[in-house]
């Protein structure tokens, strides 16, 4: 059952030598950035085009012009990450799903089939993990600080210690589907190979281009 949920993204500004550091090198920061809000845009558009009551862009630093129309933008608080989603959530009444900017091949089916989860009485959460052991996407029917507060995040254990704290809250929760974020440029190439009509992929291939010496 669809449900009408809150959507929301939880994203820096692309700023060089901010975004996607580990990108660099081989990638300038400069390029970094550009990957970053190409990125960005991508995951946006997608939220866009998902059904949703709200549309809310949690946001370190300033909206750009690859802001779409549509969103609510809110500033992170201070804190660690698990601090920072404590209170993006604390905010919200009633369903909602989070995703980040790292995986740009999201889709509106994706994300429809993890709101639909959602909806069903059988679970109180959703979670998508990601292939580094972290997570891609979050959902709760009633969110709560404490799904999130002193959980370890942006390690390889961060997933299995978010499911652990779903179960010790008594949550039930279903699993989405693994995706591949990309903190490294493999990772980068891997998702743009998959997905070569995203900005993204367009993006990376600009610059990998520039790059390759003229035969």
């Known amino acids: 059952?669809?449900?009408?949920?809150?959507?929301?993204?939880?994203?820096?500004?692309?700023?060089?030598?901010?975004?996607?550091?580990?990108?660099?090198?081989p990638l300038t920061p400069a390029q970094a950035a550009t990957l970053a809000e190409a990125a960005l845009a991508d995951t946006l558009e997608t939220v866009a085009r998902t059904e949703a009551r709200r549309r809310t862009l949690v946001l370190e630093g300033s909206p750009g012009d690859w802001l779409p129309a549509g969103?609510?933008?809110?500033?992170?608080?201070?804190?660690?990450?698990?601090?920072?989603l404590a209170a993006a959530f604390?905010?919200?009444?009633?369903p909602a799903l989070l995703v980040g900017m790292d995986t740009p091949q999201i889709t509106v089916e994706v994300l429809e089939s993890a709101i639909?989860?959602?909806?069903?009485?059988?679970?109180?959460?959703v979670l998508g993990p990601a292939e580094d052991g972290g997570w891609w996407a979050i959902g709760l029917t009633t969110p709560s600080p404490e799904v999130f507060l002193s959980v370890p995040m942006s390690t390889d254990e961060t997933c299995a210690a978010q499911i652990a704290r779903l179960e010790?809250?008594?949550?039930?929760w279903?699993?989405?589907?693994?995706?591949?974020?990309?903190d490294l440029i493999e990772d980068a190439r891997a998702v743009a190979s998959g997905n070569p009509d995203l900005r993204f992929s367009a993006r990376l291939r600009e610059m990998e281009a520039e790059c390759t010496p003229a035969g």
């Open 1 to 25: 059952m669809m449900v009408a949920v809150e959507l929301l993204v939880i994203a820096k500004e692309p700023v060089p030598g901010r975004s996607k550091t580990r990108l660099s090198p």
């Open 71 to 84: 969103f609510d933008v809110v500033p992170q608080t201070d804190g660690g990450l698990d601090a920072r």
């Open 90 to 94: 604390s905010a919200i009444r009633g």
């Open 116 to 125: 639909g989860l959602l909806g069903e009485e059988t679970n109180d959460a």
């Open 168 to 172: 010790s809250l008594g949550l039930r």
């Open 174 to 182: 279903a699993e989405l589907p693994t995706l591949r974020d990309f």
